[in-house]
């Protein structure tokens, strides 16, 4: 049936919601279930598959947070000289204080049994016979880090699912852990679109032929998918055609499990990849309510031998604008990898920030803007807001969430998520 352009269009289906997507999107990313085992120095940024148990207590034992004289606090006589009868330094255990007495102690070192407090030394006097006297009365316990403070023995310390960060990895040294058990690294093919697309390098800006731009989205592309700790197969780019787009569909599919590919996802003519992830599998979802970023669409592609049903690959297809392919990856592809390394909190934090712009006209979709905390405390906006325009996310500290039908006047409190949170 040949149904007249105006109709068509009148009768494609409204745009989805940013949270209908990313829920769509995180129901279908099933953990990858496969561990590996690696180096905790190798840890940073990967996702913990089992809980972390603490053997030990952390610290072990009662030791001195200072330089100083271990006591026992009821034994001490302000301005009375004390004998000073053993001398204790980090790594070393003492005797039991001999009562009536003083430990020379160190940072670190175990608290001999008998003595209950640490007199730091800049409030000591050391006389010239080899004794020490204090001025003070001491409280127990001051000065003294208590055995188990940090981990108690039995404790998990970190959670299946947990994102580790540079602290949990000294945590999980604390403990003993030279090795983690991590989720498996999601296996990402990468490429670009575009008979435009010319890589820096390959040829000179004075030297570009009309019409030509550089490949940006591949950089940032990459860099983002290393920082979740994606393994990538970077495809290069891909012609504007259809044989091509299946071609690399179908090689991307094999061994992978997320085919990721920016460019070529809106309804012109030569946008490619729509109709050729629907030839070789399915498309979910397609074009979502939020600008930047309103062509993106989720599918699987069957790998070879995979049948109807069959063993099949995620697709996601990005914007090519690099604004909009950026802040798509930020808001859904990001949970999206994350979900596939295990299941852990995906919520990122947002700040309530007065605006310090105007934001006069109201946008159909939920508008994500580039902007940045001044010096006041407020927000500034990029002035140019263009999908087109990267400069806008250099610029900017992060993005103003601002929900369909808006305007916002100076002083509105807006909906602020630093990129510190969307990058991590
Ligand atoms: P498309 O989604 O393929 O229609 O591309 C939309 C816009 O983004 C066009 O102006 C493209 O030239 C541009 N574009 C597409 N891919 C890239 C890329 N990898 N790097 C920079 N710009 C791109
Ligand atoms: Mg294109």
């Known amino acids: ?55 030990l207590q952390v610290p072990p034992r009662d030791n001195s947070s200072m330089d100083g004289y271990a006591v026992r606090a009821a034994d001490v006589r302000p301005g009375q000289a004390m004998p000073v009868s053993q001398r204790i330094a980090a790594g070393h255990a003492g005797e039991p204080l001999a009562p009536g007495t003083a430990a020379r102690i160190f940072t670190g070192a175990p608290i001999p049994a008998g003595a209950d ?29 208590a055995s188990g403070e940090d981990v108690r023995r039995g404790q998990i310390v970190l959670e299946r699912g947990t994102r580790l960060s540079p602290a949990s990895l000294g945590l999980a040294a604390s403990i003993g852990f030279a090795r983690l058990s991590v989720a498996a690294r999601p296996r990402v093919a990468l490429f670009s679109t575009g008979d435009e697309l010319v890589m820096p390098g390959a040829v000179p800006p004075e030297a570009m032929p ?65 109709p050729a992830v629907e030839a070789l599998g399915t498309l979910d979802l397609w074009q979502i309510a939020m600008k930047p970023g309103k062509p993106f669409a989720y599918g699987q592609v069957r790998r070879d031998g995979g049948g109807e049903s069959g063993d099949a690959c995620h697709f996601i297809g990005l914007p090519g604008n690099p604004v909009s392919s950026y802040v798509t990856f930020l808001l859904l592809v990001r949970p999206f990898l994350l979900k596939l390394q295990g299941p852990h909190a995906l919520d990122v934090a947002a700040h309530g920030l007065p605006a310090h712009f105007a934001l006069p006209r109201a946008d159909k979709r939920r508008e ?31 993005l103003v969430d601002n929900p369909a039908g808006c305007t916002v006047a100076p002083g509105d409190r807006v909906r602020y998520l630093p990129f510190s949170e969307l990058l991590g």
Not at 40 to 48: E, K, N, Q, S, W
């Open 210 to 274: 009309p019409g030509a731009i550089y490949n940006s989205n591949r950089f940032f592309l990459r860099a983002l998918l290393a920082r979740l700790g994606c393994a990538v197969t970077d495809l290069g780019i891909v012609p504007d055609s259809r044989e091509a787009t299946l071609a690399a569909l179908r090689q991307a599919a094999q061994g992978h499990d997320l085919i990721l590919t920016s460019g070529g996802v809106s309804v012109g003519e030569e946008d490619h990849i729509k």
């Open 1 to 55: 049936m040949n149904i007249p352009a105006a109709a068509a269009a009148s009768r494609r289906p409204p745009l989805m919601p940013l949270d209908d997507a990313l829920a769509r999107l995180l129901a279908r990313a099933a953990p990858l279930g496969a561990a590996e085992d690696i180096d905790t120095f190798d840890a940073d940024g990967r996702v913990l598959a089992e809980d972390l148990v603490s053997a």
């Open 368 to 398: 994500f803007l580039r902007a940045r905390r001044n010096a006041a405390g407020g927000l500034d906006l990029f002035d140019n807001q263009s999908s087109g325009v990267l400069t806008s996310a250099q610029w900017g500290d992060g």
């Open 117 to 145: 407090a640490v007199v730091m030394q800049e409030e000591a006097v050391a006389n010239e016979n080899g004794t020490v006297s204090f001025a003070a009365q001491p409280a127990a316990g001051q000065w003294v880090r």
